[in-house]
């Protein structure tokens, strides 16, 4: 159900946390901690607060965020939150067997090096676009890409928050 932005700045707390489900993927906590900030005078305003909470949030917190997001090409597409089936869909991560199967051999690489998942933003990038991305990002410092993953999260959020939204 799509909401315009001046409703869900009047919304009761558990109602704005309820309506943002899945912006943050499996991380209410997130959308919970700004909703006293409210109003936001855009979507940017929005995003934006919510990215400086994740960005001061401890380690500990930064990491859960990024587990929680399910690797590209995931076999087990169905337990992926709808938000993210339609992403790895959309991105036609699910088709073609040989690619989902390098894909799959990168992302368990960059797992076994950085200890959790790849995430990046998939909206309006092809398969061809997300394997060269992995394979840039995976020899990096893990510090570097746990800065890039927390990004990519924000650029996720953004794109699901617009679809969320009425015009």
Avoid at 106 to 112: F, G, I, S
Avoid at 124 to 151: C, F, H, M, N, Q
Wanted: aromatic share 4%; proline share 5%.
């Amino acid at each position: 159900m799509s909401v315009t932005l001046e409703t869900l700045n009047h919304m009761p707390e558990a109602q704005f946390v309820s309506q943002l489900e899945g912006l943050y993927e499996h991380s209410p906590w997130i959308v919970r901690a700004i909703a006293e900030q409210r109003p936001f005078a855009s979507t940017d305003a929005l995003i934006d607060a919510a990215q400086a909470h994740v960005h001061q949030a401890g380690v500990q917190a930064q990491l859960e965020l990024i587990c929680a997001h399910p690797e590209l090409g995931d076999r087990q597409l169905a337990r992926l939150t709808p938000a993210s089936q339609a992403e790895q869909r959309g991105a036609g991560l699910t088709e073609d067997k040989a690619r989902v199967e390098r894909l799959r051999s990168l992302n368990e690489a960059y797992r076994q090096r950085h200890g959790f998942p790849f995430v990046v933003a998939v909206a309006g990038l092809t398969p061809e676009t997300i394997i060269a991305i992995l394979e840039k990002r995976l020899p990096r410092e893990r510090d570097t890409e746990i800065t890039e993953s927390l990004v990519q999260i924000g650029h996720i959020a953004r794109h699901r928050l617009t679809s969320m939204l009425e015009a």
